[in-house]
Structures are given as C-alpha cells and as structure tokens.
C-alpha cells in the first residue's frame, strides 16, 4: 500500500525548531521528487521546499536559510528541519511525491499526498 505519513509537528514559541518527517511506504523516496507544502487557515496550499531522486534540493524564498529538507533512503523518510520559526510559518504541513515531473512551484501532477501535520509558532 502506497502512503506518506507525516510526524513531528507540534506548538513551539517563536525561534524554536521542529524537524517534520515524511514517512513513505510502497514506493522508494529516492526514485521520486519529494516535495513540502504547507496551507494556513484561508489560505491556498503553497509549495515551501523539494528534493528530487538526483536529491538537488529546492526552497522557496519564505524559508530559504531557515528550512532544510533532507533525505534518508535507508529509512524511506525525508525530513523538513525548520529552525528559526516564525508566527507566520503556522499552517498545515504536507509533504507530496511525483515521479514524473521533478520539484516545481505547485501542487498539482503529485501522485502522492500525505494527510498533513499541524505547526504552530506563538508565543
């Protein structure tokens, strides 16, 4: 059976660090583009950070220095380290996998989705 799990969200104050998991099962992580995305409350869905099979990783701007996203094939698991955290950075977050079409700015073409896990940052 085909999933992608997510763990390690949680409440943290701002500054803090999270590292989100994205467990996968059925597939080799390492064969597809992994990408997190991540949806507050009235707001769409927004693409944050992606690894590729090649593992060349990408992160948007909102995030870049402050989010890493890494890869352990041994485990089936990519992982997003968010340090830094900021009010703003609360939402939903999910992580997504194509084989097909690499990391890209959107959401769609996924063949993949996990079921979410919550950040929130407040002090």
């Known amino acids: 059976q085909v999933q992608l799990v997510e763990s390690g969200g949680g409440s943290v104050q701002p500054g803090g660090s999270l590292r989100l998991s994205c467990a996968a099962s059925?597939?080799?992580?390492?064969?597809?583009?992994i990408g997190w995305f991540r949806q507050a409350p009235g707001r769409e869905r927004t693409s944050i950070s992606c690894i590729t099979s090649d593992g060349i990783r990408f992160a948007g701007d909102s995030v870049k220095g402050r989010f890493t996203i890494s890869r352990d094939n041994a485990k089936n698991t990519v992982y997003l380290q968010m340090n830094s955290l900021k009010p703003e950075d609360s939402a939903v977050y999910y992580c997504?996998?194509?084989?097909?079409?690499?990391?890209?700015?959107?959401?769609?073409?996924?063949?993949?989705w996990g079921k979410g896990t919550l950040v929130t940052v407040s002090s």
């Open positions: 059925g597939f080799a992580v390492q064969e597809y583009s």
């Open positions: 997504a996998a194509n084989r097909a079409w690499g990391c890209y700015d959107g959401d769609s073409g996924m063949d993949y």
